[in-house]
């Protein structure tokens, strides 16, 4: 079982207060003989019609010693689980969960802002101390 990031429970709470229930903690995702663990799968029902929304969140703190080797791990295994879940869960769409800080400092920065556009992530941005979501980025 992977170790849980820093900011973790701050997301898991976030998602709930924003009316998300957590199915999955991990969500393991398996693609022919490989298997990784996304951090979080949680639904939600929409509308009237109760349609379900789900979604994967990858939850990356960016607090390591090297903001370009957290960007690398975060950037790589979005880019490994969205291609997976393309081909074995279409219908959960996937999510690279941040706290203010690293969308505010850290993404923005010209070198790393290009990543976000180039290869189309969708953020989640929550504010850690109070337990919020901030933004969906997509």
């Not at 229930?21 to 990784?36: E, G, M, V």
């Not at 993404?107 to 990543?115: D, F, I, K, Q, S």
Request: glycine fraction near 4%.
């Amino acid at each position: 079982m992977p170790r849980r990031d820093a900011n973790h429970e701050a997301v898991t709470r976030a998602l709930i207060k924003d009316g998300w229930t957590i199915t999955h903690d991990p969500s393991t995702i398996s693609f022919r003989d490989d298997r990784a663990f996304i951090d979080l799968g949680a639904e939600r029902l929409l509308g009237a019609a109760r349609d379900q929304h789900l979604i994967a969140a990858e939850i990356k703190p960016f607090t390591g010693p090297s903001v370009i080797a957290d960007v690398e791990q975060a950037i790589g295994q979005y880019l490994l689980y969205r291609s997976w879940l393309a081909r074995v869960d279409r219908a959960r769409t996937l999510w690279l969960a941040v706290d203010v800080e690293a969308a505010v400092n850290v993404l923005p920065r010209p070198a790393m802002g290009v990543l976000v556009v180039d290869d189309a992530l969708r953020l989640l941005v929550v504010n850690n101390p109070r337990e919020e979501i901030i933004e969906w980025r997509s």
